[in-house]
């Protein structure tokens, strides 16, 4: 009991109180624009939570609907390109030639904009869900392929030698030993990655497709006062998109590493 009172205060109470605070600023802020300043909606384009909330309630299945579209491609184009970063991570530890001929293009196709490569490549693909898919991934790869390429150098000498002291086998090095050392590395890859894989999928959405969070949104944007509700519910549902794939990863983080000196800390703290 004493550990969870612990971790009540100390770590959630913070979080509800500030999120508290914003909610307060949020719906004084709308009350002094629309009814003391007497600006227009469509001008303001703060509204009142209390009636987001409302929009919710009833356009929920909808937003649901297209959520569920908007989040199931960027988790397949997640998956796709965290796999991609992880096998290049792995050749370019293994060959240091191979690092020198791919790392350089790998950080020169980050210096593209994603707002001008998400219409390049749903005009070439012409297909929304592919453009989708392409984009998350192309978002993923290098923050998973840096980060785990880090986690797998970041073996110590000693360890290595020990290894070798057994005669071990490269593939056995590499499973016993370089993997499990870069999972708390690569899953911080992977929680970069998975909000901006989701951001990457409603760019695209924005660029004409026919499904998704994104579609609604940009649709609400410019139809008038009316709209501007069911506006910012696309917004705070694609915020919540991106706030639940970095939990997911956590999550998983938290089954495939407990070993970490973080997550051995807290579970010492709740006892």
Known sequence: M??????????????????????????????FLLEVRDVPLAQSKLPYIHEIIRTFGQYGDTLFKEGK????????GFLLGAAAGVLLAVLMSVSKWIEQLTFPYAIASQ???ILGLAPIIYGIVHDEKLSRILISGYITFFPVALNMLRGLRSVQPSALELMRSYAAKPWSVYWKLR??????SLFSGLKIAAPLAVTGAILVE???????VGVIMLRNLYYGPSHTYMFWSTVIVGAVLGV????IISIIERV???????????????R
Not at 206 to 212: E, F, T
């Open 206 to 212: 924005l660029m004409g497709a026919q499904h998704g």
């Open 69 to 76: 579209i908007t989040f199931g491609n960027a988790g397949l």
């Open 256 to 270: 495939a590493a407990p070993w970490q000196p973080d997550f051995r800390a807290k579970q010492g703290g709740d």
């Open 179 to 184: 993997f499990p050392a870069s999972l708390p």
């Open 111 to 113: 210096m593209i904009p």
């Open 2 to 31: 004493k550990g969870r009172s612990f971790l009540l205060n100390g770590r959630w109470l913070p979080a509800l109180v500030w999120a508290i605070a914003l909610i307060a600023l949020w719906e004084a802020g709308s009350w």
């Open 244 to 247: 639940l794939s970095y939990l």
